[in-house]
């Protein structure tokens, strides 16, 4: 199974059809990458989906960058 | 004084071509689009044929995030609104983004995303419904995103008229120009309804065809074998200007938009009004707005949509407007090649009454093969006509008793 990061890092790419180069831990989701609150949501829904867990609405809040998410689920695994 | 409004720009995706060269050419040699449902297993279902848009490609005119944000009758309004500007030689940027308007229907909406979803809530519960459910499916978002996409800035709305969708949108379209509110508008309909529930529905009203084993033969409009009609899908979408804006920018004009009509039948969900009535009221109001005499009329594409009802009906229609003249004009129904496009139909069949005005061709109505005697015009049977027409209506008759005519005018730069 591929890593936390390159898991992340395929649903972005595929979510915001952004490069990959582009997807690196510090880069903001919204800012960098040019999502809108609702990229935001529906990529939530991939990420449960693709690590089986639930993200709360408190905790997708504070997700800023694509770093963010993969402490967070690493957190959780 | 109101102003004079003409097309100059058209953009389609159609079951019989993806571009407007190959949806003509098709037109006019009398090719079906109908084959068997390859969008979803219809198996179970009594019909299982539809007119679908074959091969297309969002990612020609989209990048992947807006694609994907979009259902496909979004994705078939944007890609043709972007050929029809293209058509058109109109640069947003060399315009004023407050006098481009946008007015694209859509009879249905987004069905695929809505069954998808609720799909989604029944198995996984509400939490797991997409952020994208209602912006994706809701039936204005084509204008929506065609104004998002192209930067059009001035009126932006969206007629929601079951069938006659896409012709109250261009001839709504057509006022906001003429009354000075904008000088191009962006105007048309799209539908992607080939689906699961749309299939399941218009099964039960009984309303499409179920010859499935001959699928191009289906849709024979005014043919006294006609068994309902086959559902198409697509977007037809026009440019219009006013005059002086399409001359002072050197447009290339392709017909004039000269009147247009609607009216209510007050009778029936699905039945139309008896003997057409309702539908003669607009073709009247479209010709007295175009101050045209029923003799200028020299072609009529009809709404034809191969059901018993609406071809006698709509041919009763034609008698108690024209008189004797209903006779002398060419009547033809593009839905027995397109299928019937649903809130799309009036927008591809206004291209195909501009062209057909332009070229000084009528395309057929094929699988024109028994004469009903409740059908006894001159439908242009098989074989496509060269004959030159100086007006043509277009009618577009919907569910709900919503009837819209626009007449279109040959335009020869010397007036």
Known sequence: MADTMERVQRIIVDRLGVDSSEVTKEASIKDDLGADSLDVMDMILELEDEFSMEISDEEAEKINTVGDIVNYIESRS | MSKRVVITGLGVLSPVGNDLPTFWNNLINGKSGVGPVTQFD??????????????????????????????????????????????????????????????????????????????????????????????????????????????????????????????????????????????????????????????????????????NDEPEKASRPFDRERDGFVMGEGAGILILESLEHARARGAEIIAEVAGYGMSGDAHHLTAPAPEGEGAARAMKRALNDAGLNSEDVGYINAHGTSTDFNDKFETMAIKTVFGDHAYKLAVSSTKSMTGHLLGAAGGVEAIATALALKEGILPPTINYEHPDPDCDLDYVPNEARRVKVSAALSNSLGFGGHNATIALKAFDGTE
């Open chain 2, 42 to 211: 219809a198996s179970d279902y009594p019909t299982r044929i539809a007119a679908e848009v074959k091969d297309f490609d969002p990612h020609k005119y989209l990048d992947r995030r807006e694609a994907r944000r979009m259902d496909r009758f979004v994705q078939f309004a944007v890609s043709a609104s972007k050929d029809a500007l293209k058509h058109a030689g109109l640069e947003m940027d060399r315009e004023d983004p407050d006098r481009v308007g946008v007015y694209i229907g859509s009879g249905i909406g987004g069905l695929k995303t809505w069954e998808d979803e609720h799909k989604k809530l029944l198995e996984k519960g509400p939490r797991r419904v997409s952020p994208f459910f209602i912006p994706m499916m809701i039936a204005n978002m084509a204008a929506g995103q065609v104004s998002i996409t192209t930067g059009a800035k001035g009126p932006s709305s969206a007629a929601i008229s079951a069938c006659a969708t896409g012709t109250h949108s261009i001839g709504d379209a057509a006022k906001i120009i003429q009354r000075g509110d904008a000088d191009v508008m962006i105007a048309g309909g799209t539908e992607a309804t080939i689906t699961p529930m749309a299939f399941a529905g218009f099964c039960a009203n009984q309303a499409m065809s179920r010859r």
